[in-house]
């Protein structure tokens, strides 16, 4: 049954907590999709998943079912997936090459690769004396708003007006220059695959998890320590006397105990997005990553190569939709179906120019850590759908936030939290916070 009441989005966020209802409520869903999701930058794809003219990808913004192509003149465009005539899908693929044009299953209406109309069977005889001329806007696929890449990643925004993408990525923008810098070739290249899981929860959720530096020592724990177990076994066989470093990429959730993550901090901005620090990895001294380290060099000189590998991440937060693992090459890209579904898709890149087996790390850590097949994941997936079903009870009305709060330190708009104090649930006081201003249409004024 529709009804017609209107939350109070703001009296719903208080500093400390949130009401259950923002994570379980259809009506505040479909604002927060018209709001938030179908307003601002959402990422579309990478730039090299369409290389040539023609090449397209489908992909979700809120909503909305769109079309990324690549069009004869080089340039990316973002369509709605809608024939202008009766509404069919033009694209039933998720990715592909349309050819020279779009071409509607249904009744052949054609398409240029901007979404102008190219053709219409017979239009001459079937629309005469109709409101229907060959230049009537309503025959041209609607494109996005905007659209705008940076560095190869491709972001589009279904609103006419509102912040660049730069002003919006504002500080976050890092994710990108990070992922980039480490190439030696100063560019990335998308694998052209993903692992998509379907979590049954809100995607706030999600955008909690991924910043929330508390909980991997303690949910991760006993993949983890089975890592570990296995790491030492074989570090005693190896004449290096060192296990190989995939292995420390899961024990490391167990050997970095809830206390060494209080080390990270967390740094929160405007719009949401908030900075992780402290790269668990470090830097290893292993041949690989010495031989990747000489072709840098070469690249970019000793002082700019110390500048890069030094740069201190371990998430971006690209709030609402995106999560970025720049040292590593990942990105989880969320796109939420509903209330209580939502889908991320999970991307790995190549540094160009780099060599063979720092690609192989990366996609080590893709599988081990970031793929549905892991336990990692799995150990999220549960607590995700554990966390909505709680949610949806009669259970409690509020989700507290307020671990470390009144002790973070703010500055001009931006939020650190203190030292020694990485667990801070600042990151989501603060996601909340962009969220009470999106929904009561405060911050940004777009129109579609
Ligand atoms: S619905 Fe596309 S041509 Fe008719
Ligand atoms: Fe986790």
Known sequence: MKTNHKPNFRKMVEPDRVRKEVYTDEEIFRHEMERIHETVWIYCGHESQVKNAGDYVTVQIGRQPMIMVRGKDRKINVLYNRCPHRGNMICGDMKGNTGDQFRCSYHAWTFHHDGRLKNIPM???GYKGTRLTKDSPELCMKRAARVEAYRGFVFASLAKDGPTLKEFLGEAIVAFDDMCDRAPEGEVE???????????????LFMENQIDALH???THQSTGRAAHEVEKQLAKKAKSGEAPLSYHMLSAFATVTIDKWDNFQTINYPYGHCILTGYMGLRPQDPDTLAYDKVMIKAYGRKRFE?????NIHHVLVYPGLSVQSPLQQLRAVRPLGVDRTLTEIWHFRLKGAPEAIYRRSLAYYNLVNSPATLINADDLENFWKCHTGLSSDGGDWVSFARHHGRDIENKGVVSSAPNMGTSEAPM???MKAWAKYMS???QEGSR
Do not use: D, L, T
């Open 123 to 125: 239009m001459e005889s």
């Open 190 to 204: 998308i694998v052209p695959n993903c692992f998509r899981v379907i979590q049954h929860s809100n995607w706030k």
């Open 216 to 218: 991997p020592s303690v």
């Open 307 to 311: 500048e890069i590998v030094g740069v």
């Open 429 to 431: 006081r603060n996601q």
């Open 441 to 443: 249409g405060a911050a």
